[in-house]
């Protein structure tokens, strides 16, 4: 069974309940980049929800985190190979 990777406490450090597509790389710890997410918009396959105001997009931080939930994937370490 693949373990979750839980983004839960970006919510929790994140003054804001959105996340405007220019600052998705300070809120994910540069784990995302503006373009590739709006490249994924483009293609549908971005976070649902998103709030467009004006030219500027952006997002709610739970759809976000949930987004970024559901395309993360958990890397563990053998305990061998770390310790070699």
Known sequence: ?????DFSLLAETWPSPIVARSEVAKFS???LNPRTMANHDS???GPKNRIMHRRR???????????ME????????EEEVANA
């Open 43 to 45: 293609d549908g396959t």
């Open 57 to 67: 997009v952006a997002y709610w931080v739970k759809d976000l985190i949930a987004w």
């Open 70 to 77: 559901e395309h993360a994937s958990y890397i563990e370490i």
């Open 1 to 5: 069974m693949e373990k979750k990777v």
């Open 29 to 31: 710890g540069g784990l």
